[in-house]
């Protein structure tokens, strides 16, 4: 049977659809090329905003068209949020977010009996959704999904109502899942969740499982796919000192860089705080990458307020900054706040801070030409190579090399979203 899994959204779904790809594969299932090709579609989706959702109803409608006689499942967080409407679809196996690990079996279940499927719990308080991946066969990186759901309720966020309360992997599964993903040629892990820097697990925190993995010979990097500017206490700062296999590079959501946004966000800092955290990472990391993400035009932003955000991003200097304006989300306290700022504002705010955004990745990447880094290779592409420096430059080689080597390298200069890099040799 060919199977294709779709997924939209986050490094989250990224994981567990990876889960349902490798668990199928060990069942003696093969991937098909494309959905007219699949007798089996899985489709992980994504709620975050508006555009999302709609994106991922689109992709059924499709699928539905081009191949109605596949065995259709959809999960993840526009299911969890639209369950009702999702039923509509004729869809065969529906599973909200708290099921995913039992869709592999809930397949060979429905091959057997051909009874259609619909799991639903709407219950925040939920158990950890144990999955294990032996292999992380679409990226060189490998994702360990350590811990899901979230209790920060932020405005504008549905995302704690969709992936239920904050709960974690087990400290020494994760361990395991490191050790294998490691015995079977990843160099670097990349440690993701809802909201990461929660974990805990019978006493161990983020920093205990980093320093933990770390201890394993064959992992080269270990990355923080996000962690808020709150976890990062004075245990963190130390294992940052300390502890080299960390790479060089954290995202840390921002979401508006004015103190009146950020107390009606529900953010739980303001700017000062963000400010003295990033300038002790500095003191400790100069080179540093920060990269972050920020909403515009959320209910009661105004020019003025806006103006406060792009200064205080050109004070702080992110890498890279991922724009979002404001999708309004039932049953959260922003959709129902007045002073909702027109489309077409958020449109030309968006467009203002990417522009920002771009300067500053040019102004940061600046910093390192001429000098001498390591990369990671990722992908090959007609005799061109790309790979990854810890801080996560994007570089371009003009040879083709296999995927996952340390490679060491001088940054040239910058070519459309590439820094172009000579080799100096390559490593182990």
Same mark, same amino acid.
């Given at each position: 049977m060919k199977f294709i899994v779709i997924n939209f959204g986050c490094k989250v779904n990224a994981y567990e659809s990876t889960y349902f790809e490798e668990k199928l594969l060990t069942y003696g299932y093969t991937k098909a090329a494309s959905v007219p090709d699949a007798d089996l579609i899985i489709v992980n989706t994504c709620s975050v905003t508006n555009t999302a959702d709609s994106k991922c109803k689109k992709e059924i409608r499709r699928i539905k068209r081009e191949n109605p006689n596949a065995i259709l499942v959809v999960t993840g967080c526009s299911v969890q949020n639209n369950f009702q409407e999702y039923q509509k679809y004729g869809i065969d196996i529906l599973v909200g977010n708290f099921f995913k690990s039992k869709i592999p079996s809930l397949v060979e279940e429905y091959l057997h009996n051909k009874q259609k499927v619909e799991l639903f719990e709407n219950n925040r308080k939920q158990l950890f959704d144990n999955m294990f991946l032996d292999k992380f066969a679409s990226h060189t990186r490998a994702f360990i999904k350590i811990q899901d759901g979230c209790d920060n309720f932020c405005s504008y966020c549905v995302i704690p109502l969709v992936r239920g309360s904050v709960r974690s992997k087990d400290f020494d599964e994760c361990v395991k899942e490191a050790k294998t993903l490691a015995q079977n040629g990843h160099k670097e892990i990349v440690l993701t969740g809802i909201h990461t820097g929660s974990y805990n697990s019978n006493g161990f925190d983020l920093v205990d499982l980093i320093n933990e993995i770390a201890k394993i010979d064959e992992i080269k990097r270990i990355r923080i796919s996000s962690i808020e500017i709150t976890e990062l206490n004075d245990k963190f700062m130390?294992? =940052? %000192?300390?502890? $080299?296999?960390? @790479?060089? +590079?954290? +995202?840390?959501? !921002? $979401?508006?860089?004015?103190?009146?946004?950020?107390?009606?966000? &529900?953010?739980?800092?303001?700017? %000062?705080?963000? =400010?003295? %955290?990033? &300038?002790?990472?500095? #003191?400790?990391?100069?080179?540093?990458?920060?990269?972050?993400?920020?909403?515009?035009? +959320?209910?009661?932003?105004?020019?003025? !307020?806006?103006?406060?955000? @792009?200064?205080?991003c050109k004070l702080i200097g992110f890498g890279k900054i991922h724009v979002f304006p404001y999708s309004p989300r039932e049953n959260t306290k922003a959709a129902m706040m007045p002073n909702q700022v027109k489309e077409e504002e958020k449109k030309k705010r968006a467009l203002q801070l990417i522009r920002i955004?771009? *300067? !500053? #990745?040019? @102004?940061?990447?600046?910093?390192? *030409? &001429? $000098?001498?880094?390591?990369? *990671?290779?990722?992908?090959? +592409? $007609?005799? %061109?190579? @790309?790979?990854?420096?810890?801080?996560y430059i994007k570089v371009l080689l003009d040879e083709n090399l296999p995927p996952n080597e340390i490679i060491f390298v001088t940054l040239m200069e910058k070519q459309d979203d590439y820094i172009k890099g000579k080799i100096i040799k390559r490593g182990e």
């Amino acid at each position: 049977m060919k199977f294709i899994v779709i997924n939209f959204g986050c490094k989250v779904n990224a994981y567990e659809s990876t889960y349902f790809e490798e668990k199928l594969l060990t069942y003696g299932y093969t991937k098909a090329a494309s959905v007219p090709d699949a007798d089996l579609i899985i489709v992980n989706t994504c709620s975050v905003t508006n555009t999302a959702d709609s994106k991922c109803k689109k992709e059924i409608r499709r699928i539905k068209r081009e191949n109605p006689n596949a065995i259709l499942v959809v999960t993840g967080c526009s299911v969890q949020n639209n369950f009702q409407e999702y039923q509509k679809y004729g869809i065969d196996i529906l599973v909200g977010n708290f099921f995913k690990s039992k869709i592999p079996s809930l397949v060979e279940e429905y091959l057997h009996n051909k009874q259609k499927v619909e799991l639903f719990e709407n219950n925040r308080k939920q158990l950890f959704d144990n999955m294990f991946l032996d292999k992380f066969a679409s990226h060189t990186r490998a994702f360990i999904k350590i811990q899901d759901g979230c209790d920060n309720f932020c405005s504008y966020c549905v995302i704690p109502l969709v992936r239920g309360s904050v709960r974690s992997k087990d400290f020494d599964e994760c361990v395991k899942e490191a050790k294998t993903l490691a015995q079977n040629g990843h160099k670097e892990i990349v440690l993701t969740g809802i909201h990461t820097g929660s974990y805990n697990s019978n006493g161990f925190d983020l920093v205990d499982l980093i320093n933990e993995i770390a201890k394993i010979d064959e992992i080269k990097r270990i990355r923080i796919s996000s962690i808020e500017i709150t976890e990062l206490n004075d245990k963190f700062m130390e294992m =940052l %000192k300390n502890n $080299q296999k960390v @790479v060089n +590079h954290l +995202h840390i959501p !921002l $979401q508006t860089g004015n103190d009146e946004m950020l107390k009606i966000m &529900n953010r739980k800092y303001d700017t %000062k705080y963000y =400010l003295d %955290k990033i &300038n002790l990472i500095r #003191s400790i990391r100069p080179n540093i990458n920060i990269t972050t993400d920020v909403i515009v035009g +959320h209910p009661y932003e105004t020019e003025e !307020l806006f103006n406060k955000t @792009v200064e205080f991003c050109k004070l702080i200097g992110f890498g890279k900054i991922h724009v979002f304006p404001y999708s309004p989300r039932e049953n959260t306290k922003a959709a129902m706040m007045p002073n909702q700022v027109k489309e077409e504002e958020k449109k030309k705010r968006a467009l203002q801070l990417i522009r920002i955004s771009d *300067i !500053l #990745s040019c @102004v940061y990447e600046k910093n390192f *030409i &001429n $000098q001498e880094m390591q990369i *990671i290779t990722e992908t090959n +592409h $007609q005799g %061109k190579t @790309v790979g990854f420096t810890d801080n996560y430059i994007k570089v371009l080689l003009d040879e083709n090399l296999p995927p996952n080597e340390i490679i060491f390298v001088t940054l040239m200069e910058k070519q459309d979203d590439y820094i172009k890099g000579k080799i100096i040799k390559r490593g182990e």
